[in-house]
């Protein structure tokens, strides 16, 4: 069989040779990644790596990977690895399964569904692709991820083959490499992830499918008649029949062809291969305009980005949407002034533009109105500081030549690169040119006006006109008995009150009338005096600043740092009462993490003092919360407000000039409180080990004087008083709080838990030596924690030794040491040098002797922690201790048994006889909060508890009676 010349086929990932034959069953050869780079031979991922002594790899391939370099849906045959430095060990037992998957990234766990393709062999490996072929064809749908898993293990570790790889924009690889003989077959261990993906050779067959039209093209509206087309057909076709809709055709998969003629061009592509064809006709895809009127010549801002992601995606312009691509793509400049609007003047031009969303641009828009072939600052009609959308309307001048193409220059950049000149060529972005021809407007005048500011505490309102169709005369009237017939007039009001505001608009054809009814409210007792200080912004950049704040009746929005600082502390006002707390909520920009700052002048001396700060924030994006007043001075009179936000760490005062952000000032109006308090307060800790307690008054209303009652006949009058209680037990917490509108008092049943002793210790295994311990009952863990894993290479002990015990007992709640890597000792005696009891290892309680109870001969145990030095630790143990004294006092101990342990749900307490009177049960989780309390009634020998509702982990269960107290530890597990 001969094989004709390949087509290579690349993409930016992947070149795909496909060998063109007669046969149907042509095997394709189709490689993901392109890295000239390797691991070196201490480096993971390496599917071919034996640093340790085996190693485990999932490797994922996202299906648009697949497409993208030519692979369709087939018979996967064969996959292969580039290996540049190949290690002389023999990997034994090497293994390749395949599955699919609709991850599009890995984690920590592995990948279930794996189906074993090649191997288990022994395999050396080879400089070049080292090829695996199939025990028996993988079929692949052609739509779902792929996911390649190798694995082996040797009895000894050597070094790594060095393995070509490409790096992913995901989390393509999940690998463990460890000593262990199971890593194969164990799900668990220390799993590391990588976008270091090796590059891999997928050898397959295509399905006999036959191919599916489609294609893009690009521009879709040409002023100089180039297109380029690019197929996108499935299922590689191999014969490609262009139709260009001008008689011309071509045969090459992306052909680029020019248009000579104007006019709108329908396209059809039909695709073949040996098991069929299809055909896909795109109506009116092209629009070619060459020879139509352009704009006079302008200076070209030209430029060559090469960072994709950049420039102009889409311009909409009165309605019409102009896409494009990036400014890779398209180049830095692209002249579309071929494509021309009309519009009246007089009339509203809109704009809008969308740009690609790499990183924030700065956007400007010109139109040449005098026809000049310049752009200066008063054509400007869009100027976003940043973002990756801006719209503007705008009227269309009176002066503007008409009956001529006019140039519009639309330009967007990185927004902090330098600010866009319509002469030099952006950085990153670039810069597209459209056209538009201004007509006649024959119609009478729409009215329509814009007041500032709507709420004036001084009388003073700009009025402006932005009435359509250029109207040529004005009469305005301000509802006060004055009017202007100014186009735009500035008009101070004289009294306080709310006003209507009409404009009447004409023009030669006609007239309009417009009124705004209570449109504008003037209140000249609501001036604040000057502010003492008057922050500007020193260099806003980056969208940092306040775009709006809502507060007790502010609700104020606004562009944000580039307008610097903003006094809005008329008709902005806050109306607040000392003593209360109220929501405030600021939005700023989500980018951006930033520090957000408020105080209020409350005693009106102009200064903002450090009591005066109500509210921070600190690195956060749209910051909210509650301001809680503080008692006033001064009351019923507008106070100055100051709100500040800027770069974090920046800030350290309210005179500060902010670096980005900016300073906005309020009103806020404080009255004096009129209620009693509602007490209210709070303790730390609820549950306590050594008695001590603070308590902290969290009263509303503004208490000034406190009475509190802890429950152990001692009281205080501090507001927040540190008590010491001197018993272990369960105590009521009373406050009284005053002031001179009356008292509320809050009482909190059972706040304190005073803890026994052995309910406040935990022990863990000591890194190294050996830590003796002396109580009878306690709770031991690995040197991990309750939460962590152990260590490796730990290898202290602890020696449970209580005073005057006969025997020691020691029961596993939890267990997990790595199967006879890790071990646990037990020693019948007070030292590593007694008897060995036992050695544990194994994945669960479920694996040691005796169901993990172990009981000494005499009054010590000793357990050591052996933990090899590999990277490789599991959870370890939890395990709660017991012993038995000599003489009678162990008789009076009621608890027989608590099980099972550890719990799931249900479990039992056994009595060692009936219950006595006045005994009770409580059980507390490991905070010391109460979970249950529960009599005994007189006589009983066992009594049930649900501990489905509990979250897992540790809780101690307690017998109450008239002789004293008993307690056990309870695991909860599920």
Known sequence: MTLTTPWIHCTAVACTAIF??????????????????????????????????????QILVLASELNAAGMTAGDIVSLGFNVAVPSPTTLLGFTVSIGTTTATGLTNLWQPGMVPVWGPLDLTASVGWNMHPFDSPFTWDGLTNLLIETCFSNGFGSENSGMYRTATGFTSVSYRQTPNPNVCTFNGGMIVN????????????????PPVAAFSLSPAFTCDGVVQFTDASQYLPDTWTWDFGDLTGSSDASPEHTYLADGVYDVTLIVTNAFGSDTLTQFAAITVLTNGPRPDTACLPLSSPTIEGFGILDIELNGVALPSDDAVADGGYLDRSCILDTVEVGSLLDI???????????????????????????????????????????????????????????????????????????????????????????????????????????????????????????TWDFGDLTGSTDASPQHTYLASGVYSVTLIAINANGGDTLTFTDLITVDLNGQLPAAQCTPQTQSYCCGYGLLGITFAGINSTSVDGAEGYQDRSCGQVAQVEEGSSYAIAMETDDQNDQDAYAWIDLDNDGVFAANELVFFALGTVDPSGTVAIPQGSVYNTPLRMRVITDVVGEITGPCDPPLFGQVEDFTAVVSQITTPPTAQFTATPETTCDGVVQFTDASTALPNSWLWDFGDLTTSTDQDPLHTYTTPGTYTVTLTASNGNGNDTEIQTGLIQYLEGFLCDTSSIPDNG???????????????????????????????????????????????????????????????????????????????????VFTSSGPALTIRQEASNGPTTWEGFVAQWDCSFTGIGEAHDPIGSVGPVPASDVFNLNLTRGAGKDQWVTINNALGELMVRQALPQGVRSATFDAAPWPPGCYGLSVHGPDGIWSRLIVVQR
């Open 20 to 57: 063109l034959t007669p046969l149907l069953s042509a095997q394709v050869t189709t490689d993901i990644g392109t890295g000239v780079t390797f691991n070196p031979p201490n480096q993971y991922p390496a599917p071919y790596g034996n640093q340790a002594n085996g190693s485990r790899h």
């Open 194 to 209: 990588s976008d270091q993906r090796p590059d891999l050779r997928f050898e397959w067959i295509p399905a006999e499918i």
């Open 352 to 474: 809008a533009v969308t740009t690609g969303t790499i990183a924030t641009h700065q956007i400007k828009v010109w139109v040449d109105w005098d026809s000049s072939g310049v752009f200066t600052a008063d054509e400007v009609i869009l100027d976003e500081a940043h973002g990756n959308f801006a719209t503007a309307s705008s009227i269309v001048p009176g002066t503007a030549v008409q009956n001529v193409p006019l140039r519009i220059r639309v330009m967007a950049d990185y927004e902090v690169s330098p600010a866009l000149d319509p002469c030099v060529g952006p950085q990153f972005g670039q810069a597209e040119d459209l056209a538009l021809v201004i007509i006649t407007n024959p119609d009478p005048p729409i009215a329509q006006f814009t007041a500032s500011p709507l709420f004036s505490c001084d009388g003073q309102v700009q009025f402006t006109d932005g009435s359509l169709n250029l109207a040529t005369g004005w």
């Open 770 to 852: 050996q830590l003796v311990l002396d109580e009878c009952q306690g709770l031991l863990v690995d040197d991990g924690g309750i939460t962590d894993d152990y260590s490796p290479g730990v290898s202290g002990s602890v020696t449970l030794a209580p005073v005057g015990a006969e025997t020691v007992t020691l029961l596993f709640d939890q267990f997990a040491f790595e199967t006879n890597f890790d071990f646990l000792a037990l020693y019948d005696g007070p030292s590593v040098n007694a008897p060995l009891l036992a050695e544990l290892t194994g994945a669960t309680v479920g694996d040691l002797p005796n169901g993990g």
